[in-house]
């Protein structure tokens, strides 16, 4: 027995592959020749293997069974999507759809490493019996082309004359007439003689007997005929890579004109998530956008508030290159899209506090110095509650307050791990460059343009100080005549004390004149 197993349940059926179409929320991409499958429970997951193991475990033992092809499947969590590789090829010619998916399986066997459980859909091996009427002899014996039938249907599922229902079932029973069972065969059927005006004819007189290879079914879309080739991928072998993989040598090969490739099942459902995620990126940074524009009223400042979110895919890529995990559409990619409605909260505060310094009069480098003084502490405290609430998560801890246990790892936790991956990765490094390129960028233009005007590019603006500088360095009797003509113009500072109340001052008494920065 293998260790970790529950309970099996087994279903079993008819010679030459399973009945009935695929059931809602079965297994998808069931092979056309199944003849039995075994559900397996696994005991509770704190007193069993790991089930990659007992898969692996399972698929040893089974190989050296002759005659038999076991696969293993785990339960799709998520929409069916069958095998990890499925490889569609289309035509309008059946036999070119044939010899192509042919092709393509011994390539698929050979060619390829890393994959298992190959198949394909083309029909099974087998041989139909096809006859063919020749109505020109038929027509010499007086034979009639519809009795030609019945007499076939002697030889094999019978004819039927009639219908029956027992008392005790609600469903009807045909009544079938054939031949005995020792003349049920295929030579019996040439020896089969038809009943016509001119008497007694053999059938083998104007009906030709042909062996073909059987086609169970025939499958179509777009208009077009279809057979797909199949494969599950190893342990440790991405899908993507082999999807790549095979698509560089179908580009490298030659095919008739009018087959088409196309990869369906895994591969396309992680495109349209993609695709649906990409949109949805695009969409929520146009809306933030927009409140950022009517918010700080300047181009610039937005632009650099959402250039947190590239820091913070980029903080992704090195958490997923740093913990070895993949990029999942679907869980790395929620993570991003959460980001960016996360990173941009810091950039805001630092330039809101910015521009409230800046409308106080304060220079632009102070003013960005308080900022960073002010704006630190909060916003390292909220990255790191954040980040340190989803350590657990990145790390499968449980913690169980009722038994006060802790358990590492489930078999649901696993499925958080790249998201809380994601968000702690992104979160900590847009955290530490925007506190240093957020900063930085906002002075830049100020000292552009100082560096400029220094080189004489550009006409210097002048600024607070340097207005406040230039009024204290003039002569004292230049100061007493424009104090003597702006009191006779009633301009002067009493006029002006007069009209709107006394100056401000110091602590040393003397009056300070508050001017902004003209370069703001």
């Not at 649906?276 to 956008?289: D, E, Q, T, V, Y």
């Not at 508030?305 to 999942?328: A, N, R, Y």
């Not at 005549?481 to 113009?489: I, Q, V, W």
């Not at 110091?506 to 009056?511: A, Y």
């Amino acid at each position: 027995a293998v260790h970790g197993l529950k309970n099996v349940v087994m279903t079993s059926y008819a010679s030459g592959g399973r009945n009935g179409g695929v059931k809602l929320g079965d297994v998808q991409d069931k092979p056309a020749d199944l003849i039995g499958e075994m559900n397996l429970e696994f005991s509770d997951f704190c007193c069993r293997r790991p089930a990659s193991e007992i898969i692996e475990e399972i698929r040893e033992r089974v190989a050296p069974i002759a005659g038999i092809k076991v696969e293993t499947r785990k339960i799709e969590g998520g929409p069916p999507t069958g095998k990890d590789v499925r490889l569609e090829v289309k035509s309008r010619n059946y036999d070119e759809v044939a010899v192509t998916a042919a092709r393509v399986r011994a390539q698929f066997d050979n060619g390829f490493t890393g994959l298992r459980d190959i198949e394909d859909t083309r029909p099974l091996p087998g041989i139909e019996w096809q006859l063919a009427i020749d109505r020109e002899e038929a027509g010499r014996f007086n034979a009639a082309i519809v009795s030609v039938g019945s007499m076939v249907q002697l030889v094999t599922n019978g004819v039927m004359i009639g219908k029956y229902r027992p008392d005790d079932s609600e469903d009807e029973v045909e009544i079938r007439v054939r031949l005995p069972e020792g003349e049920r065969t295929l030579d019996d059927l040439d020896q089969l003689r038809l009943r016509t005006p001119n008497g007694l004819v053999p059938i083998a007189n104007f009906v030709d007997r042909t062996a073909e290879p059987k086609v169970s079914s025939i499958t179509r879309k777009d208009g077009l005929y279809t057979m797909t080739v199949k494969a599950n991928v190893v342990e440790g072998v991405l899908a993507d890579e082999k999807v790549k993989e095979i698509q560089s040598w179908i580009d490298g090969e030659t095919w008739p004109e009018d087959i088409v490739f196309r990869f369906r099942g895994a591969d396309e459902e992680t495109k349209e998530s993609g695709a649906f995620l990409m949109k949805a990126m695009l969409g929520s940074l146009f809306l933030m956008f927009i409140i950022l524009v009517s918010e700080f009223n300047s181009f610039y400042q937005t632009a650099l508030t959402l250039s947190t979110v590239v820091m913070s895919i980029l903080g992704v890529l090195i958490g997923m290159m740093i913990t070895g995990q993949t990029f999942s559409i679907i869980m790395t990619g929620t993570g991003v899209v959460a980001l960016a409605g996360i990173v941009v909260n810091n950039a805001i505060v630092l330039i809101d506090t910015y521009d409230r310094f800046r409308k106080d009069g304060i220079e632009t480098i102070e003013a960005i110095l308080k900022t960073s003084a002010q704006r630190l502490r909060p916003i390292l405290l909220t990255t790191i509650t954040t980040i340190a609430g989803l350590v657990p998560m990145a790390l499968q801890l449980n913690f169980n307050f009722v038994t006060r246990a802790t358990q590492i790892g489930s078999i649901t936790a696993g499925w958080w791990v790249q998201l809380a991956t994601a968000v702690i990765f992104g979160l900590a490094f847009s955290t530490l460059l925007t506190l240093v390129m957020v900063p930085t960028l906002l002075a830049a233009p100020t000292v552009w343009r100082e560096g400029l005007a220094r080189r004489g590019w550009i006409k210097a603006a002048p600024t607070a100080s340097a207005m406040m500088a230039s009024a204290g360095d003039r002569p004292p009797a230049a100061d007493a005549d424009a104090g003597k003509a702006d009191t006779e113009a009633g301009t002067g500072p009493d006029t002006a004390e007069a009209a709107d109340g006394p100056a401000p001052q110091n602590g040393n008494g003397e009056n300070v004149v508050r001017l902004r920065d003209a370069a703001e």
